[in-house]
């Protein structure tokens, strides 16, 4: 939940019971480019699906003096991050830039063209203990999919889409077996769409085992 200045964290087990209740608060995201401290906003979190681990994906923004009207300040996005706090350690053990460039290639009948694209990524989800599920809409009908390990490690970068005009019902979400999952509306009926990421990602499949 988000309450002012800070973001609680409330931990239950299967039966719901209590386990903890956390609160961080923005400063204690602390990074510096080119020798500027840069102001973080936490975006989101997502708890291990195994072991007592949390992820948070945090972005940075630069303030620079501007010369806009009214002498306001502006502020850049300059990175987003990924840090992991360890639970039963009470602390944070580690943090790593998300990429914000992915190439975008498109196969035609002569050639494949290929395009550098910048974007920013939401954290969707987490598969097991260190395993991340990055995206970042690219169209109506397409989300870029980007997959980590905790440490930074790339394990994929690949897409989701649909082929109808839709409007979002409810967010993508993936579960504990890599089930990616969303409903989208079409005029007056609702469509329940999933896709399985060890389809979805080839180089995957050795680390995420198909749950069917």
């Known amino acids: 939940t988000l309450v002012p200045e800070a973001r609680v964290i409330y931990w239950f087990d299967e039966k719901l019971e209590p386990l903890y209740t956390l609160e961080f608060t923005a400063d204690e995201f602390k990074a510096e480019e080119n020798g500027m401290q840069l102001i973080a906003s936490p975006d989101s979190a997502s708890v291990s699906k195994k072991g007592y681990f949390i992820y948070f994906n945090v972005n940075f923004y630069n303030r620079e ?22 639970v039963s350690k009470k602390e944070f053990t580690g943090c790593t830039d998300i990429p914000v460039t992915y190439m975008l290639s498109e196969k035609t009948r002569k050639s494949i063209s290929v395009e550098r694209l910048e974007t920013v990524y939401q954290l969707l989800g987490t598969h097991d203990s260190d395993i991340l599920f990055f995206i970042s809409p690219v169209s109506d009908k397409r989300y870029n999919l980007l997959t980590i ?7 994929a970068n690949t ?29 007056d009926k609702v469509h329940a769409v999933w896709w399985r990421s060890d389809r979805l990602l080839p180089d995957f499949r050795k680390s995420l085992p198909s749950p069917f």
């Open 65 to 86: 003096n501007s010369l806009s009207y009214g002498g306001d300040n502006d502020v850049d996005f300059c990175k987003s991050s990924v840090y992991t706090y360890d």
């Open 149 to 155: 390990k905790a440490d930074g490690s790339i394990i």
């Open 159 to 187: 897409h989701i889409e649909w082929e109808k005009d839709c409007e979002y019902f409810s967010e993508l979400t993936v579960n504990s077996d890599g089930i990616i999952s969303t409903l989208l509306r079409d005029g």
